[in-house]
């Protein structure tokens, strides 16, 4: 019996086949779910790993034209501003009630630094994030990915590291892992490494797939966010914390941000349509259907149960109660 990378259990655990379905390559992937910690996990990565990482990867696309972007920047700094300072801002508020919500200036708050909080993205493809970051007045940021063919140096003073995060040196404030987590093998030794340059007051925000979710109950080896085999570790929340209390930290915050693609693409992925087919989804799904997940995924996400979330992590607060007097 396979024994589980997070707990290192053997008992119980329940193998699946699961196929290649993004790219439509269709090869068949050993993976299993730990019977304690409940984390889903490939048994053995393929050793040509990267080649299911083509130069067309989502991640890894052209943001050169975001970096130059001055009316979004005006706008972002404003709603940053609205979002972290006293008094907030009038334009700041107006532009939040049309545009998309900007989820950072939380995460800044968290590290109790605002803007000046010094930002790692851990295997952030070409930045994106970190360019919306930038662009909003967040001046310390910096990104990290070994699959980049080189460094990449935006003209705002953005930098991206052709690097792994055990070479990289610096004490950060706030380091993401932003759907990056689950494709990274000995993820206890990630977890250590990322302490070794978190700042004493420091969180750690990791946003990955969750296989405590109803999508994966659903559709289980079909279920789209399995992503075989680029996703090594699918967990949970039992299997993050038993991660967090070996490296030292405790979970103090999660939300869930899952969309309805969880559904949509996984009735494809059933069927047997690859993602590379372009085929729309209202040629497949029942009338209604779109409308169906849509709300299921809203609801699923205020109840904890949607498939992709995140968890802010810090070292644990001291608990010692004051001597009585």
């Known amino acids: 019996m396979a024994e589980c990378g997070i707990c290192a259990n053997t008992k119980d655990n329940t193998p699946y086949r699961v196929w290649e379905m993004q790219l ?4 068949a992937f050993d993976y299993f779910q730990c019977g304690q910690c409940g984390c889903l996990q490939i048994v053995r990565p393929p050793d040509n790993l990267a080649d299911y990482y083509p130069s067309g990867y989502f991640s890894f696309r052209d943001q050169q034209k975001l970096a130059r972007h001055p009316l979004r920047a005006w706008l972002d700094r404003a709603r ?7 008094g907030g801002s009038l334009l700041g508020a107006l532009a939040d009630r049309f545009a998309k919500p900007l989820d950072y200036p939380a995460w800044l708050a968290l590290t109790g630094k605002g803007i000046e909080a010094r930002v790692l993205d851990v295997g952030c493809g070409s930045g994106k994030l970190l360019l919306r970051m930038r662009l909003g007045g967040v001046a310390h940021c910096t990104g990290i990915d070994p699959f ?4 990449l140096h935006y003209p705002n003073g953005l930098r991206i ?3 792994a995060l055990g070479e990289r040196l610096g004490e950060f404030d706030l380091i993401m892992f932003h759907h990056a987590f689950e494709h990274m ?14 700042a004493p007051a420091g969180i750690v925000l990791i946003r990955v797939p969750l296989a405590d979710s109803e999508a994966w109950e659903r559709y289980r080896e079909h279920w789209c ?18 991660l967090a209390r070996r490296a030292g930290l405790e979970i103090f915050a999660t939300f869930r941000d899952s969309t309805p693609s969880q559904f949509i693409i996984s009735e494809l992925y059933r069927r047997n349509i690859p993602g590379s087919a372009g085929v729309k989804p209202e040629s497949v799904l029942e009338p ?3 409308a169906e997940f849509r709300a299921l995924t809203e609801r699923l996400n205020r109840e904890g149960r949607g498939d992709m979330g995140g968890f802010f992590f810090r070292r644990p607060r ?6 009585p007097a």
Do not use: F, I, M, W
Not at 318 to 323: E, K, Q, R, V
């Open 80 to 86: 940053v501003r609205n979002a972290l300072q006293a």
């Open 288 to 290: 209604g259907q779109l």
């Open 225 to 242: 966010n399995l992503d075989a085999p680029r996703h090594l570790y699918l967990h949970t929340r039992a299997s993050l914390e038993h």
């Open 185 to 198: 093998d000995r993820p206890h030794e990630v977890l250590a490494q990322t302490v070794r340059l978190l």
């Open 24 to 27: 439509g390559a269709r090869q």
């Open 161 to 163: 590291h052709k690097q």
């Open 318 to 323: 001291s608990t010692t109660a004051a001597p």
């Open 148 to 151: 980049l063919a080189e460094d």
